[in-house]
């Protein structure tokens, strides 16, 4: 996990989570993906804080989250794939 931006738990995960103090705009982000021992890269559209979730995909409104291989909750405004995910366009579907 050497030089590692963001984790990603679970290859079925469509977020992964910045584990480094902050992301900036259009950074070049190195992913390990935890189940598998793999790595991927994507590139932030936006800043996104340390343990915040960064869109892997882009996700329309009404998807669902998956992190950790689980559904964690659904977008409520369209996410593109780099974007900050938090509570602004994800909701949980209890409420």
């Known amino acids: 996990m050497v030089n590692t931006d963001i984790i990603i738990h679970d290859k ?3 977020v992964g989570v910045v584990v480094i103090e902050k992301i900036t705009p259009n950074q070049d982000c190195d992913c390990w993906i935890m189940e598998n021992d ?3 890269k994507i590139q932030s559209k936006n800043e996104i804080p340390l343990g915040h979730k960064i869109a892997m995909t882009d996700l329309n409104e009404g998807d669902t989250i998956i992190k950790y291989g689980h559904d964690i909750g659904k977008v409520v405004k369209s996410i593109k794939k780099g974007e900050h995910v938090h509570v602004h366009n994800v909701k949980t579907k209890k409420w």
């Open 38 to 40: 793999d790595s991927t």
């Open 12 to 14: 079925k995960d469509n």
